[in-house]
């Protein structure tokens, strides 16, 4: 099966960036470690700071890929675009929080993606990405995707 991932702003600063919220570990290197737990997944991975190149790739991403796991990071709290791109594709969707957004500033509270999604993880880290991998894995079983 086909997962892609995609990450908004400022995940590319992951390790380095407030590392007492988002830990110390880079992204490149969490994809290293999912690719190996999960070789027959086949993973593409698309991070950008800009909103309207996070629409173009969920485009993409949701008419070729199995699931597309998203972090949005602030536009999610920002962007009706970027929820409507989820809205829009059949590839089930799963938003992920590296961070718990309910436990911290009342705006981030707020998700245009939430409602679109197929179920929303927060809070729980890096291992957020992992646990929305097993989701997509067992849905696309469901389906006989494999
Ligand atoms: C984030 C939470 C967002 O509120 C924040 O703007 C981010 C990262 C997270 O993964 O915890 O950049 O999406």
Do not use: C
Not at 13 to 33: A, C, P, Q, V
Not at 119 to 131: Q, T, V
């Amino acid at each position: 099966m086909k997962i892609a991932i995609i990450n908004g702003p400022n995940l590319n600063l992951l390790g380095k960036r407030e590392t007492d919220i988002y830990g110390n570990m880079s992204f490149d290197n969490f994809l290293d470690l999912l690719k190996t737990k999960y070789p027959k997944i086949i993973f593409s991975y698309f991070q950008s700071n800009v909103e309207g190149e996070l629409v173009n790739e969920i485009q993409r991403a949701g008419f070729e890929q199995d699931g597309i796991i998203l972090n949005p990071a602030g536009y999610t709290h920002t962007s009706v675009s970027i929820g409507d791109a989820v809205a829009a594709v059949p590839a089930p969707v799963v938003e992920v929080h590296i961070s718990n957004v309910h436990a911290r500033e009342d705006f981030r509270k707020l998700s245009h993606v939430s409602g679109k999604s197929a179920g929303s993880i927060f809070g729980l880290g890096l291992k957020g990405y992992e646990l929305a991998v097993e989701y997509l894995a067992s849905v696309s079983e469901k389906e006989g995707k494999g």
